[in-house]
């Protein structure tokens, strides 16, 4: 019953999607895949119990079905929706990310037809594609502007320009962090695997081995976990960098469209330099705080699944290396410091000898 209700419910979400979008959905793409890998799983399990010699037509259906399954998930990925006359008009510099599917955006293959053309080519700015239509300027300072004009017309005295900024940029700064946080548990689930994989070899020297199908899937989980933390890794870093550059070209159009306002009195207090420099250091600092500001909170997390780690591997013996890990901070420090103070009294004393 529960399968014939979500075959309904995805058969709702193509044929909608059929209509109103170019891509593929990607809830839609993950259950024909994730009901493939089951499918071939039971089928694996069918053929191993001889299930044909007993039930051939149950086997019979039950293969068609898998074959089912496999055309509709091909249908659905490879073959793209045909577009009309009228929107295919303006398409040609389109952003291949704006009609990429799913797995396209997660290993990055959308990127790949103009890599493979700038291998053989040199590439100058006629090759590059248009920038996406949420990236662009005028959608980003829409986007800052109407959350601005929200903290101006909330009646504070002093607006907040940070809650502006969530409220304009937040969805995929947030969605960042989710991939951030599955990239910092995948990365402490492989030792546990590869603990798993050691007990599993050593167990054939003694009476009673492990089956095989254990190593198998252990083998396969370590695959499994080292793909899914590379793709959640590079999702980050991808959503994180987006999120600065909107950041960044949202607050100098700001500066700038304020700039064209100003009174005499405020151009007599503010200088062009000034401006400037708004314009180009200070945006470019906040966008450095997107790219690396979730260290905040992930730096800490790592250290917490770090030090659970070791105490399932050595017990209370880890507090003494997180003793020598906090002495040697400060010391760090210092010598850090005295590196420095070096480095520039040798560039005063190269001064003096020019």
Request: aromatic share 12%.
């Amino acid at each position: 019953m529960v399968s014939l209700i979500s075959l309904a419910v995805v058969f709702a979400i193509q044929y909608f999607e059929h209509w109103r979008s170019r891509t593929p959905n990607g809830v839609v793409l993950f259950y024909w895949l994730f009901l493939l890998i089951a499918y071939a799983v039971k089928l694996r399990s069918l053929v191993a119990q001889e299930i044909h010699r007993s039930h051939l037509a149950y086997f019979v259906a039950f293969t068609f079905g898998v074959a089912l399954a496999a055309l509709e998930f091909i249908l659905e990925w490879l073959v793209q929706k045909k577009l009309n006359a009228y929107e295919a008009l303006g398409s040609q510099d389109e952003c291949p990310y704006e009609y990429a599917t799913v797995f396209s955006i997660l290993a990055f293959s959308w990127m790949t037809p103009t890599m493979r053309y700038g291998y053989k080519h040199f590439l100058t700015q006629d090759d590059l594609w248009n920038l996406r239509k949420r990236d662009a300027t005028v959608s980003t300072y829409g986007a800052f502007d109407k959350a601005w004009q929200s903290q101006l017309d909330s009646g504070k005295k002093r607006p907040n320009m940070w809650i502006a900024l969530f409220r304009g940029f937040g969805g995929p700064y947030f969605r960042a962090a989710c991939f951030k946080t599955g990239s910092d548990c995948l990365a402490f689930v492989q030792p546990q695997l590869l603990r798993l994989l050691i007990s599993f070899v050593a167990s054939y020297r003694t009476p009673h081995p492990q089956p095989l199908v254990r190593g198998a899937a252990i083998a396969l989980s370590m695959f499994a976990v080292s793909i899914s933390q590379t793709v959640c890794l590079h999702q980050y870093f991808q959503r994180a960098f987006e999120t600065g550059m909107r950041v960044k070209s949202a607050l100098t159009a700001a500066i700038y469209t304020k700039s064209m306002k100003l009174s005499n009195e405020g151009r007599a207090s503010k200088s062009t330099g000034d401006i400037v420099n708004l314009m180009a250091v200070d945006t470019m600092r906040l966008q450095d705080l997107t790219q690396y500001g979730q260290q905040l909170w992930s730096a800490p997390l790592q250290i917490c699944l770090c030090m659970v780690s070791l105490y399932q591997l050595v017990g209370l013996s880890m507090l003494a290396g997180i003793g020598m890990m906090i002495i040697m901070v400060p010391i760090n420090g210092l010598i850090a410091k005295g590196e420095s103070t070096g480095i520039r009294r040798g560039c005063e004393y190269a001064n003096m000898m020019i």
